[in-house]
Every structure is written in structure tokens, then in C-alpha cells.
């Protein structure tokens, strides 16, 4: 996804993307042990994802304790 399209969205949008996105990261590691994921450039797709979208809420202010 690209910066772009995620400045236009609010910032509870963004964390609540933030929040499926660690979860899609949590499932794909496990995939990733146990030698079952599909498409292993998908793990750094959705680490560069997060990353985005905490430097946005850090712009904004709004990342919290701790980053989330």
C-alpha cells in the first residue's frame, strides 16, 4: 500500500489496519515456521505496511505507548 493512500485515511482507520496487519504478520511467521507459506514476500510487504503506517500515526501523534 502506498503513503499516499494511507494519509487520506482517519487515524482510527490506521490503527485499525495497523491492528488486522500485525495479526496477518503473527499468522504469516507461523506459516513461515512450519514451512506452509505461499508467498514468503508477502511477510515484507505487510513489515513494510506497519511500518508506514506507524510512521503516519507518529507524524500525527498519535501511535500511543509504546507504538501502538
Known amino acids: ?3 499516499s493512500e494511507l494519509r487520506e485515511q482517519s487515524t482510527t482507520e490506521l490503527q485499525e489496519r495497523l491492528r488486522n496487519l500485525r495479526d496477518e504478520w503473527f499468522r504469516l511467521r507461523f506459516q513461515q515456521v512450519t ?5 514468503p514476500m508477502r511477510v515484507r ?3 513494510k505496511d506497519i511500518a508506514r503506517i506507524l510512521t503516519l500515526l507518529t507524524e500525527r501523534g498519535t501511535a500511543g505507548p509504546a507504538g501502538e
Open 35 to 39: 514451512k506452509q507459506l505461499p508467498n
Open 45 to 47: 510487504e505487510v513489515r
Open 1 to 3: 500500500m502506498k503513503a
